[in-house]
């Protein structure tokens, strides 16, 4: 995500984009991802499927290279099939799965690759993102306040940390809209190598009933589908 300013902001990571991934929608649902129709969560009801984020074809822009996994990508190592016992809800069904690109444009104007993915359940909603940039995530937890606490996860540097989603409201016709605070999330930043050289993968997990989620719950979520992650490489 890149302010109005330009400023140089970690956009899959603690710098805001694990706000824009986690954006609640109150009438109709927008944003940078090809949202799925909700499906029932009725006994029987299949799985959502993956939508969206297949991989850009040649857009000239920086950084859109062979190695950038696309969201469509990001989208089938999160929407697996155990996701809701994960997440330690195993009598629901996916609701909907949705992958997205996105970039981060940085003040010298270079667009740096955000692909993301979403899945939701009736009790949990969990987001994956990874950013391309150069910022080590080791660097993060000062700028992310007293709360964020540094930790190995995977054998790569991390960062465990409050967010917050964002509400949004507004008339089917577009008018009087409306934005507030949404529901309190848990996010973990994770190095996409041990040397910790720069980018990020980025899990978020935020709960319909406004209460905070186990730090247990999305660490679980987070150790089993990053290795999963086309280009994950185990580190010696």
């Known amino acids: 995500m890149a302010d109005d300013n330009g400023a140089p902001e970690k956009g899959a990571g603690p710098w805001g984009q694990a706000i824009t991934a986690v954006v609640l929608v109150a009438a109709l649902v927008v944003g940078l991802w090809a949202f799925a129709k909700p499906s029932s969560s009725q006994s029987g009801q299949s799985p959502a499927r993956c939508k969206g984020g297949e991989a850009e074809k040649a857009s000239g822009k920086p950084g859109r290279g062979p190695d950038v996994v696309s969201g469509a990508q990001l989208c089938a190592a999160l929407n697996r099939p155990d996701l809701a016992r994960l997440l330690g809800t195993p009598q629901e069904t996916a609701k909907s799965a949705s992958g997205g690109g996105g970039s981060v444009r940085l003040a010298g104007g270079e667009e740096i690759p955000n692909p993301s993915a979403r899945v939701e359940f009736g009790t949990y909603t ?14 993060s937890a000062a700028l992310l306040g007293d709360g964020a606490g540094k930790r190995t996860v995977l054998g790569r540097p991390a960062v465990l940390y409050a967010d917050r989603t ?12 409306h934005s507030g605070p949404g529901v309190p999330a848990r996010a973990l930043t ?13 899990v978020t997990l935020w709960r319909t ?7 247990a719950v999305l660490l679980r979520v987070a150790e089993t589908v990053l290795p999963t992650v086309p280009g994950w490489t185990a580190d010696e």
């Open 126 to 139: 969990v987001s994956l993102s990874e950013s391309y940039d150069r910022l080590p995530v080791s660097e």
């Open 209 to 215: 009933d406004g209460l905070v989620p186990d730090d």
């Open 166 to 177: 964002i509400s949004l409201s507004f008339r089917l016709d577009g008018s009087d809209s």
């Open 190 to 202: 994770v190095a996409r190598d041990a040397k910790d050289s720069g980018g990020s993968y980025d």
